[in-house]
């Protein structure tokens, strides 16, 4: 690749303001017309249609959900592995209560997590990165583009995984809208940027019976009572309280009537922590303490996970490649650096356990501040933040993909 870094970002400035209006439209008609986890057909259709209109070679994977689109560079490569960028493609099953022209017009389904915003982002960084190539300034090695589904059902990672998508990939980076920065901030962590998330689901069985003679039953109830309180005391202080860590509680189901006390009570809720001694301590608590209360109650109590994400551990070769290109791109006032993790989950840490390196930027997408939160029914971003997200990302990759020096 050939010409300055000084001026290659001023064309892929110059470049992504030239389509920056068409990416706000395909930015709408995608948060307008929804789909859920697994039933994203209209949207990776939409996305198939963009990318072969760009001259990337591009298919729908197996599950007829989601896409994989190739950029090949000008010339053979040395078979080194590509530059992978990601973006998740599902909605929310939640109502959209925006009043603009392209809310929702899909009934209890809403783009309430930006998870549009990504897609177009993505979208707009092959298509610049088409035009670079064009232009004799593209990637000197292939960059692949996956549009995934299920990311809010911790699923469409790993069928990306699973289909080989990511062997042997040397770098793999993200993006995630963020409200808590203002529009044209991005926030760059080194590091653990989410936990890891482990769904618990606890099951306590015994003898049921009536209210009136609670000393003739194990009362799973009270177990499951005790066994919360324990649970919210003892695992705070089975840890350093340095390293973030959370337990909370989200449903309990027991019984239908209020004279009777059930045979059965299950609790689910959710384990996070950064740190992977950390969390293997707090899973052992837990083990630990649902046997000390089946032991003490009467009652079984077993524990069982369901879905489980890997945290989100950025790498310092790819944070410090988009740090420096949101830098070259937007000035050093856009750069957001991050101190704390977040404790929310992502299944693009499941990618970072399969390649070599990469990293999820937080892109600031609030036109002022209070604004609505993630997976808030009044959800929206300042539109601006599009462009930006496409062009930082395409500099990063040209960055990675012909080893720029990260200070060049």
């Known amino acids: 690749m050939h010409g300055s870094p000084d001026s290659i970002s001023d064309l892929i400035n110059k470049l992504a303001a030239q389509r920056e209006q068409e990416w706000i439209e395909f930015r709408r008609a995608r948060h307008c ?35 994989v689109a190739d950029l090949l560079p000008s010339e053979p490569s040395s078979g080194a592995p590509p530059v992978v960028v990601r973006a998740d493609i599902d909605a929310l099953r939640m109502t959209d209560r925006k009043t603009t022209e392209y809310a929702s017009r899909r009934e209890g389904l809403a783009h309430a997590c930006g998870h549009d915003v990504h897609t177009t982002v993505v979208m707009g960084v092959a298509q610049l990165l088409c035009s670079l190539k064009d232009a004799g300034l593209g990637a000197s090695r292939g960059v692949r583009f ?40 991005v926030g760059i962590r080194y590091g653990a940027l989410t936990a890891a998330v482990d769904e618990v689901i606890i099951e306590i069985k015994g003898a049921g019976g009536h209210t ?12 499951a009572a005790q066994l919360i309180s324990h649970l919210y005391q003892a695992l705070p202080r089975a840890v350093d309280v340095r390293s ?24 689910a809720g959710t384990l996070r922590a950064t740190e992977k001694d950390t969390r293997q301590t707090l899973l052992d608590t837990l083990e630990k303490s649902c046997r000390m209360f089946a032991e003490l109650s009467g009652n079984t109590v077993e524990m ?105």
Not at 39 to 58: H, P
Not at 212 to 223: G, N, S
Not at 358 to 368: M, P
Request: aromatic share 4%; hydrophobic share 40%.
């Open 33 to 67: 017309a929804p789909e859920p986890s697994g039933a994203e057909t209209e949207t990776s259709q939409a996305i198939l249609t963009a990318m072969n209109a760009a001259g990337l070679v591009a298919h729908i994977p197996r599950r007829e959900v989601g896409v």
């Open 212 to 223: 009136a003679r609670p000393h003739l039953t194990t009362d799973p109830v009270h177990c």
């Open 244 to 267: 973030p860590s959370v337990f909370t509680i989200g449903q309990m189901e027991a019984g239908r009537t209020s004279n009777v006390i059930p045979d059965r009570v299950r609790i």
């Open 146 to 185: 996956l549009f995934q589904s299920s990311e809010e059902t911790g699923d469409g990672a790993q069928w990306m995984i699973d289909d080989g998508y990511v062997s042997d990939v040397e770098s793999i980076l993200g993006l995630h809208v963020d409200p808590l920065l203002l529009a044209g901030q």
């Open 304 to 408: 069982t996970f369901g879905h489980r994400l890997a945290a989100v551990i950025n790498t310092s070769r790819e944070a410090a490649a988009l740090e420096q290109s949101v830098f070259d791109v937007a000035g050093e006032e856009a750069v957001q650096i991050l101190d704390q993790p977040s404790m929310g989950g992502e299944d693009f840490g499941v990618y970072l356990q399969n390649c070599e390196g990469g990293c999820q930027i937080r892109l600031g997408c609030a036109a002022s501040l209070p604004w609505p939160h993630l997976h808030s029914s009044e959800f929206d971003i300042d539109e601006s933040v599009i462009g930006l997200g496409a062009r930082v990302i395409t500099r990063a990759v040209l960055r990675l993909a012909n080893r720029e020096d990260s200070n060049g």
